[in-house]
């Protein structure tokens, strides 16, 4: 079962810290996120393995927008 992590406020992409893949565990920093001149972590929900990295560095993303889906 494939999980999404959404970005949880609107921003620039600063970072992009895994790619396709790749096997991470939970609260592991996937991206950061840069809103309001501050850079802000997302994490990873749970243990699993990178299937897609929807977003590049320099990208802007909105609220909900999805940025890595994790199986």
């Known amino acids: 079962m494939s999980v999404n992590i959404v970005a949880p406020m609107p921003g620039t992409v600063s970072e992009v810290l895994v790619q396709a893949g790749d096997i991470v565990r939970a609260d ?30 320099e990208e802007k993303v909105d609220t909900g927008q999805v940025l890595i889906v994790l199986e």
């Open 28 to 57: 592991e920093e996937l991206i950061i996120l840069e809103a309001m001149k501050m850079e802000n972590p997302i994490c990873a929900s749970r243990n699993g393995k990178v299937i897609e990295v929807k977003v590049g560095e």
